[in-house]
């Protein structure tokens, strides 16, 4: 099983690399990681590059709208082949689990190697222009994007399981579920917490923080790059709630990683029904 997963992992990652998508995603990512680095010092007045520290946070905006986006289309395509396509694939005698998790590894690889050229292409030019402080929370922040991208590849796999090899149709879902997840949660837990008592409204927006996986990673980088300083109180009441920045760390992980591993669990048994 171990060989038939690496095999249709490494097949789907070179699909992948060859595919014009991946290719605009990178040149676009590491274009756009490039001119947020630079963005800071231009807009105060000032020449050359940010340093480590405002360039993790002012990339974190940039990451919670763009990787869940890439991820979900990109997973959507790859993930929901044309009926015809499918019928082949899956008459192979590999589990569909397999080839399901198999074609999300690949998906991952190549996603993360094109975030890695953007975040290393920004991160040596920072260095070479600002030195290494604030390294480390650059570090999380790339961690972070790693992870929000393996959670929406999750997604865009139970999509694709559910919409049974039809692009169309899973594409239209995709995009309600970055619109949804990227900004309708925060607007809704917004809202809501605007018209109710303050402590109320410190817990709902904690709830929305930790169960959507956008405001986990959000939080969570804002953590890494600036620690306490970076947060407003609503999220000095998070800090309240987990009992200190080790404990949030700790439980907007763990709600990152139950969205990588719950969908793709969903997907392998929706698709283990599903009649091609």
Same mark, same amino acid.
């Given at each position: 099983?171990?060989?038939?997963?690496?095999?249709?992992?490494?097949?789907?990652?070179?699909?992948?690399?060859?595919?014009?998508?991946?290719?605009?995603?990178?040149?676009?990512?590491?274009?756009?990681?490039?001119?947020?680095?630079?963005?800071?010092?231009?807009?105060?007045?000032?020449?050359?590059?940010?340093?480590?520290?405002?360039?993790?946070?002012?990339?974190?905006?940039?990451?919670? @709208?763009?990787?869940?986006?890439? #991820? +979900?289309?990109?997973?959507?395509? *790859?993930? $929901?082949?044309? !009926?015809? /396509?499918?019928? %082949?694939?899956?008459?192979?005698?590999?589990?569909?689990?397999?080839?399901?998790?198999?074609?999300?590894?690949?998906?991952?690889?190549?996603?993360?190697?094109?975030?890695?050229?953007?975040?290393?292409?920004?991160?040596?030019?920072?260095?070479?222009?600002?030195?290494?402080?604030?390294?480390?929370?650059?570090?999380?922040?790339?961690?972070?994007?790693?992870? @929000?991208?393996?959670?929406?590849? #999750? +997604?865009?796999?139970?999509?694709? *399981?559910? $919409?049974?090899? !039809?692009? /169309?149709?899973? %594409?239209?879902?995709?995009?309600?579920?970055?619109?949804?997840?990227?900004?309708?949660?925060?607007?809704?837990?917004?809202?809501?917490?605007?018209?109710?008592?303050?402590?109320?409204?410190?817990?709902?927006?904690?709830?929305?923080?930790?169960?959507?996986?956008?405001?986990?990673?959000?939080?969570?980088?804002?953590?890494?790059?600036?620690?306490?300083?970076?947060?407003?109180?609503?999220?000095?009441? +998070?800090?309240?709630?987990?009992?200190?920045? $080790?404990?949030?760390?700790?439980?907007?992980? %763990?709600?990152?990683?139950?969205?990588?591993?719950?969908?793709?669990?969903?997907?392998?048994?929706?698709?283990?029904?599903?009649?091609?």
């Amino acid at each position: 099983m171990k060989g038939a997963l690496l095999l249709v992992a490494r097949q789907e990652l070179l699909l992948a690399v060859r595919s014009r998508w991946t290719v605009i995603f990178t040149l676009v990512f590491a274009f756009l990681s490039l001119a947020v680095a630079a963005s800071g010092y231009v807009l105060s007045g000032g020449s050359g590059f940010q340093d480590f520290a405002r360039t993790s946070a002012s990339l974190v905006q940039l990451v919670i @709208l763009v990787v869940p986006l890439a #991820s +979900l289309l990109m997973g959507a395509l *790859a993930l $929901a082949p044309e !009926r015809g /396509a499918a019928e %082949l694939l899956f008459s192979q005698p590999v589990s569909r689990a397999t080839i399901l998790f198999g074609e999300m590894l690949g998906l991952f690889g190549a996603l993360a190697s094109a975030q890695l050229i953007g975040f290393g292409l920004a991160g040596a030019v920072v260095f070479r222009s600002s030195g290494e402080e604030g390294g480390a929370g650059y570090l999380v922040l790339v961690g972070g994007s790693l992870l @929000l991208t393996a959670a929406f590849l #999750s +997604l865009a796999a139970l999509i694709a *399981a559910g $919409a049974a090899g !039809r692009r /169309a149709r899973a %594409l239209a879902i995709a995009l309600v579920v970055w619109f949804v997840g990227a900004i309708l949660v925060d607007l809704l837990a917004l809202g809501v917490a605007s018209l109710l008592p303050s402590y109320a409204a410190s817990r709902v927006l904690i709830v929305s923080v930790i169960l959507n996986p956008v405001g986990a990673v959000r939080t969570g980088a804002l953590l890494g790059i600036e620690g306490t300083a970076a947060f407003g109180s609503a999220s000095l009441a +998070l800090l309240r709630f987990t009992r200190g920045p $080790a404990g949030a760390a700790l439980i907007l992980w %763990l709600s990152v990683v139950a969205w990588v591993i719950g969908p793709a669990l969903l997907a392998a048994r929706r698709l283990r029904r599903v009649d091609l």
